[in-house]
């Protein structure tokens, strides 16, 4: 919430620093844009991982906390506000996430060949 942490532990990698080299960069500027830090679980960034899957939008974990942050301070959003969240981090970057936390019964690994690909997709 506005601090560097000591020793995170999350299953949000790319965003697991304890103190970033950029993070005077980063209060200044959310006191430009009026914009605040807050911490999120790995439930709420796995909340939010799933509705953004439901949307179609495939990112890694770490990207899925901005909306996790949003989803938690929600009531404290004017109406009427603009608000963004940034999602950079494709889901191909953390393809074991998404393979553990797949709702679907129709998840399969198979060999990386267009024939394969080609049957499980009905060809």
């Not at 830090?37 to 799933?50: G, N, Q």
């Not at 929600?74 to 996430?97: E, I, S």
């Not at 393979?99 to 129709?106: P, V």
């Amino acid at each position: 919430n506005g601090q560097p942490v000591e020793n995170p532990d999350t299953i949000a990698t790319a965003i697991r620093i304890g103190n970033p080299a950029s993070w005077d960069r980063a209060l200044a500027a959310a006191d430009e844009s009026k914009g605040s830090f807050t911490a999120v679980t790995d439930e709420e960034i796995l909340h939010a991982y799933r509705l953004l899957g439901s949307e179609g939008i495939f990112c890694e974990p770490a990207s899925a906390a901005s909306v996790a942050g949003l989803l938690k301070v929600k009531d404290r959003v004017p109406a009427g506000a603009t608000v963004v969240c940034v999602l950079t981090g494709n889901g191909l970057k953390d393809p074991d996430t998404a393979i553990a936390h797949s709702k679907s019964q129709f998840t399969q690994g198979i060999e990386a060949n267009v024939e394969d690909v080609a049957k499980v997709m009905g060809f």
